[in-house]
């Protein structure tokens, strides 16, 4: 039996496809095999020590302890794509919001309740003040070519908009999908220098926190509209506020509101809404439930931010899985003690992503409780944990 804890309202369609008579799955397990997280913080909370898995059901993993997974030998897995439509749809809504104040004349429509038959008549006189340009024939800035950006891009073309795109690390995946009539910038400065409205789909990381400060605001075009549906971090607050009040900025558009954010009039605070449907909470704790499934129960490795991918078809009648690091002789150590027992390996896979490696080692004969403390106890193993085959 498995337990899984979930940390945040998952969708059912995913946690249906832990069967329970392997799986209790419930906010309140104790001390769980696997967590599954949506945007809860995790990184001052202590790892059970039962844990193995963590799957984020959604993109972003700023609110997990990377690190820390890694030195105990945790996985972590994302669910990659799985909410993209969901963000570039509010991205294309908050780029016509941006433009044509729809939400301050809504608001502003609201305050004539009470004139009666005057409304119509006020509405003519008062709209001139929310006039706002239309965005075909204006450039857009894509930061970040990944699942969401590529389609931001894509569709931003379609709607008649000059699209430049900025992304040093884009994968082979993303440029597939990405259209020709994309824009490379030579780089970020000059992307953020010539766009109209730039879009944010970059991942928040010690590289990327407050990469949006006082030196970038002060190349933009003047009456540039920035939106910033990945992560509030990214962007300084008290520049970009700043930037507004000089008019350098002439609307920001973010995913993720604070205390001086909402009291600015510049500024249009959606409440973390960029995954929020159904459609995307479906695909995200499907794409999780099963990663972690073929975790727990093959040792499978798809989709993981800490461990690299593998899967290797099932051989023998046990299965053993080891986290350790990545320095020479450590698959060395441990084939000898299976060696050193007479125990014949069917099949093995071994792979590395940076300072970790995971292998994958089916073998004929049974384990005693002996053979897989000595393996523990090599220096550099972080997890061993023995499966059996199906
Ligand atoms: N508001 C929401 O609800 C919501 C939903 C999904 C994702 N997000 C955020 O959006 C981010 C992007 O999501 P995604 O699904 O497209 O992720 P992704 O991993 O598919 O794409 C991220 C892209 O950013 C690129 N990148 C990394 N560092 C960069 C840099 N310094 N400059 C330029 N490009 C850089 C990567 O190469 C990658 O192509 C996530 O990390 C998450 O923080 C927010
Ligand atoms: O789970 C959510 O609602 C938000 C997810 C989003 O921020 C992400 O990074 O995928």
Known sequence: MYTVKTLNN???????????????????????????????????????????????????????????????GIIVFNTPGANANAVKELVLTALFLSSRHIYQGMNWAKTLIGKGDEV???????????EGPEIKGKRIGVIGLGAVGVMVANDALALGMDVIGYDPFISISSAWGLSCNVIRASSLDNLIATSDYISIHIPLSSKTKGMFNKDKFNIMKKGARLINLARGELVETCDVLEALDKGILSCYVTDFPCEELLKHEGVINIPHLGASTPESEENCAIMAALQVKDFLENGTVRNSINFPDCELEHSGNLRLTTVHSNIPNMIGQITTILAQNKINIA????HQKEELAYSIIDIDAA??????????????????RVLCNP
């Open 10 to 72: 998952i969708s059912k369609m995913g946690l249906d496809l832990l069967p329970s008579d392997k799986y209790t799955v419930s906010e309140n397990v104790e001390n769980p095999d696997a967590i599954i997280v949506r945007s809860a913080n995790m990184l001052d909370m202590e790892l059970p020590s039962n844990l193995k898995a963590i799957a984020r059901a959604g993109a972003g993993v700023n609110n997990i302890p990377i690190d820390k997974c890694s030195e105990k």
């Open 120 to 130: 119509g008549k006020l509405v003519e006189k008062g709209k001139s003040q929310f």
């Open 347 to 350: 099949n093995m896979l071994t």
């Open 367 to 384: 384990l005693s409780a002996d053979v897989v403390e000595r393996i523990k106890k090599i220096e550099g193993l972080r997890m061993v």
